[in-house]
T-cell receptor, first 110, second 116 residues
Framework: AQRVTQPEKLLSVFKGAPVELKCNYS??????LFWYVQYSRQRLQLLLR??SRESIKGFTADLNKGETSFHLKKPFAQEEDSAMYYC????????????FGTGTRLLVSP | NAGVTQTPKFQVLKTGQSMTLQCAQD?????MYWYRQDPGMGLRLIYY???????DKGEVPNGYNVSRLNKREFSLRLESAAPSQTSVYFC???????????????FGEGSRLTVL
């Protein structure tokens, strides 16, 4: 069975500081990894996916198969980055439903 | 386009009462999902419908039933509500590209349910 672990419930940083939200997964096959974000009073939405290899709002995430990790990083946090972040995995066989981690709340203070 | 619309937004029930959460999407998506969100537990999949006419259990299906009424609508029913079902419920949908599920979920605004 697949599992996603986000060890930090809350991450608090100051504006301009680097941010790393951790995500580890367990899955025997080749998964597809995603980061979803929920800003205050907004819907949960896709932030980025590993196959796109893109930077969204300054965030990047690299899939490390050796460490089974997909950490989300941003070099300089902004106050508007404050939100709930969920890492999610889907397997590459069968119907590809998403399994979510428990989420990390990022709080960026001025 | 409204995207994914779910109703009601808030509901308070007494233990043993029944209710149905409604969800509709206007994006012509094949797949629809119901998740519950609890503090410290993240999002857990209750039921999903890969395509019109099919439904399957997710991680936490006990105490719930679903109906995929048509391609647009996917409802979640609590037959006999329990305090453990107090949660925020999210409906979501996803489309396909070249026959494969894209993996991008579009979520509703959520329904906050309290069972006393």
């Amino acid at each position: 069975a697949q599992r996603v672990t986000q060890p930090e419930k809350l991450l608090s940083v100051f504006k301009g500081a680097p941010v790393e939200l951790k995500c580890n997964y367990s899955y025997s096959g080749s998964p597809e990894l995603f980061w979803y974000v929920q800003y205050s009073r907004q819907r949960l939405q896709l932030l980025l996916r590993h196959i796109s290899r893109e930077s969204i709002k300054g965030f990047t995430a690299d899939l490390n198969k050796g460490e089974t990790s997909f950490h989300l990083k941003k070099p300089f946090a902004q106050e508007e980055d404050s939100a709930m972040y969920y890492c999610a995995l889907r397997r590459n066989t069968g119907f590809q439903k998403l399994v979510f981690g428990t989420g990390t709340r990022l709080l960026v203070s001025p | 386009n409204a995207g994914v619309t779910q109703t009601p937004k808030f509901q308070v029930l007494k233990t043993g009462q029944s209710m149905t959460l409604q969800c509709a999407q206007d994006m012509n998506h094949n797949s629809m999902y119901w998740y519950r969100q609890d503090p410290g537990m993240g999002l857990r999949l209750i039921y999903y419908s890969a395509s019109e006419g099919t439904t399957d259990k997710g991680e936490v299906p006990n105490g719930y039933n679903v109906s995929r009424l048509n391609k647009r609508e996917f409802s979640l029913r609590l037959e006999s509500a329990a305090p453990s079902q107090t949660s925020v419920y999210f409906c979501a949908s996803s489309g396909q590209f070249r026959g494969l599920n894209t993996g991008e979920l579009f979520f509703g605004e959520g329904s906050r349910l309290t069972v006393l």
